[in-house]
């Protein structure tokens, strides 16, 4: 059975402090966190206890050897003003998965999500109300044991934080496919929500940025010819009226807005071809006016369009008209509103009362 989750409730709310029409990105904290232990081979005393800073020995082994896996989800505002979960089963999986890669321990999926459920549910006044908005949820685990060698660590904490997060502006974005620099080889760490993936990331996006790009188009490690995904987001084309998006291969993530994305495309009559894609087919396909429509999708902004993409001399400009990827982002946020049907089951209603004792 699982264990209690013990909740110390803050005395100094922030709620008062935040203005909701103007929330900055990402440094913006609820009251509590919810943190759970991991010793001598078990998860032990999971708890919410008042948002505050941990202290971390010096050798803690996830600042050394990088043991350090997270995930990213969102709490939205439903019918009745229910918060809702989207598909958080999926987020533990991919979690435990990550976990796996890393060398590092499961975390009991019902936990995640009961976890998550209740930081929420005590949580919930700081869903922001606008139309688009949402709480980000961001569960993490990291190795805190103190220790100066090669080998997995004994001790982890896994945590969630969450963060308001206002209206994402969905600009279109430009993408600068990458020649020199890589994500992810085979064998490699690309499957995994692992920090480390996204420290190396930070300089070729810097430099995609200073180029006038707004993220990495990732190629494969080897021939650098095959499309990965973009920052923090998987890629689909629309091509001859049907989509086509990389097959994961190991080296990807395995976006859980793709796979949504990908069972809405085809609810609504669309062929969807998981496939390794080159570079070369897409600018091909845009040469000959094949290339329809290209979007990236992510927890963080659903789906944003793309519109263009620079890979050395060649700039591949993308239609100014996106029709099927503006009907899938309307249908996908307001499945995430209870505004249309949820009929894939991918909504978890967050029940407030119970939860705050
Ligand atoms: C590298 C990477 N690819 C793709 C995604 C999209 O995944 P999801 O749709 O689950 O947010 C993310 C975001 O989590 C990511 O960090």
Known sequence: MMQQI???????????????????????????MFVCDYKEGTWVNPRIEPLATIPTHPAAMALHYGQAIFEGMKATVGKNKTPLLFRPEQNAKRFNHSARRMGMPEVPEALFVEAVKQIVALEHNWIPPQLGSALYLRPFMYADEPFIGMRAATSYKFIVICSPAGPFFSKKIKLYAETEYIRAANGGTGEAKAAGNYAAAILPTEKAKAKGYDQVLWLDAKEHRYIQEVGTMNIFFKIDG????????????????????????????????????TIDEIIQFSKDGRLEEAFGTGTAVAI????????KDEEIILPANNPVSEDVKQTLDQIKTQEQDDKFGWIIPVEIEEKVS
């Open 242 to 277: 049907n989509f086509i998006t990389p097959s994961t291969d190991g080296s990807i993530l395995k976006g859980i807005t793709r796979d949504s994305v990908i069972t809405l495309l085809k609810d609504k009559g669309f062929t969807v071809t998981e496939r390794p894609i």
């Open 6 to 32: 013990k909740i110390t409730k803050t005395e100094n709310s922030g709620l008062g402090n935040i203005d909701f029409s103007n929330i900055p990105l990402g440094t913006t904290f609820t009251d509590h």
């Open 304 to 311: 944003a369009m793309i519109e263009s993409i620079g890979y």
